[in-house]
């Protein structure tokens, strides 16, 4: 038991520093110079965390609908809306805010979208995970084609034929063509690592103290 609780609190210590590592990057990425994607140029999984500016043109047929997003407790989606990049032959996702819905979960919310080219300007982020209660056979658009609620790399590629990788960009509030936008920026809870590490070191050193006080208490045998 104590060496499960010491085990327990190494491997907490192991999780902040993991965290440190991210939010350092997360942090440090923030403050360097806008990179600008391309057709040829710019690896969005080196970018992460790194400020974008995206040339292009929106695809609004190719555009989705996330479900299940909030704001001040209202009902909405988050607006997915693909740019294939000026030069053509890659596209990259941007997530361009939130909208509410309209009360009725059968009829969707107009959506404004430029056909000209734009510039949009964004943070690279990594695709939300899949909730692992949601079974490997549940497609993200089983209730609506254009409002999934979860997003699928691979599932929309196979829809659209479209590879947009494992990123996303998230669109910079007071930008054009985007919607409502408070982006959380990335908080790596570094100090609720810390806080369970104590803890378990504590229960390590609270059984110590139990076990060698009972030990010590404990009368040799054939005592009288």
Do not use: C
Request: aromatic share 10%; proline share 5%; charged share 20%.
């Amino acid at each position: 038991m104590i060496a499960a609780f010491i085990a327990l609190g190494y491997w907490q210590v192991n999780r902040a520093e993991e965290k440190t590592a991210l939010q350092d990057a997360y942090d440090s990425a923030g403050k360097k110079p806008v990179t600008e994607i391309t057709k040829q140029a710019g690896d969005l999984a080196q970018l992460l965390y790194h400020r974008v500016r995206l040339v292009g043109h929106f695809e609004p047929q190719n555009q989705i609908l996330l479900d299940n997003q909030t704001h001040d407790t209202t009902a909405g989606f988050h607006v997915l809306t693909p740019i294939r990049l000026a030069g053509e032959g890659r596209h990259v996702m941007v997530n361009r805010g939130w909208i509410p819905g309209t009360g009725n979960r059968k009829v969707l919310p107009m959506v404004d979208t430029p056909v000209e080219q734009v510039v949009i300007s964004g943070v690279v982020v990594a695709l939300p995970s899949r909730s692992p209660l949601i079974g490997d056979d549940v497609k993200p658009d089983v209730e609506n084609p254009l409002a999934w609620f979860y997003f699928d790399s691979a599932y929309y590629q196979q829809q659209k034929n479209i590879a947009i990788g494992n990123y996303w960009v998230q669109q910079e509030p007071d930008t054009e063509h985007g919607f409502h936008r408070e982006w959380r920026h990335y908080d790596a809870k570094v100090s609720m690592h810390i806080g369970y590490a104590i803890m378990w070191f504590s229960f390590a050193v609270i059984m110590s103290v139990i076990y060698l006080s009972i030990s010590i208490s404990r009368k040799p045998d054939g005592a009288s």
